[in-house]
């Protein structure tokens, strides 16, 4: 009687094949996964600083700076006021940003309004943003080139 204790060259081949199919197609899915919820935890983050700005510029009547440095990755929240550094956030590695229309700092007056509207571009491995700070009390908006 002949019994079998393990498995063929030819169906540990198959095996592997199969899996290797699996994971050619699952670590690009997973890379632009990444990519895009690391777009969207930095803007999520990024909203919240510039209401956060115009807040403290309508409560306070003073003049706070959001300050966006592309190429340190990395952007400030400042109190012109006291000349002292209230936020510091980094810019994650796989975004690009690129300054268009926005002149910088972003500032916001003591009714909320922004001072320098215009925009900036947010380049990912896969995608491109644009994010518009428009005339009046809105703050910005986003949306996929």
Request: aromatic content about 12%; some cysteine.
């Amino acid at each position: 009687m002949l019994t079998k204790n393990g498995y063929t060259l030819l169906e540990t081949m198959i095996v592997l094949l199969t899996l290797s199919v699996f994971l050619a197609i699952a670590v690009p899915i997973h890379r632009q996964t990444q990519d895009h919820t690391a777009f969207t935890n930095f803007y999520k983050q990024f909203e919240d600083d510039v209401l956060l700005t115009q807040q403290l510029s309508m409560n306070n009547q003073s003049f706070y700076d959001l300050m966006i440095m592309p190429a340190q990755k990395k952007y400030l929240l400042m109190d012109t006021k006291k000349e002292q550094k209230i936020i510091e956030r980094d810019i994650p590695q796989a975004l690009m940003i690129d300054i268009q229309t926005l002149q910088l700092p972003i500032r916001f007056s003591s009714d909320g309004t922004i001072f320098n509207p215009g925009s900036f571009r947010i380049k990912t491995p896969n995608n491109t943003y644009k994010i518009v700070f428009p005339f009046g009390k809105s703050r910005c908006y986003m949306y996929e080139i």
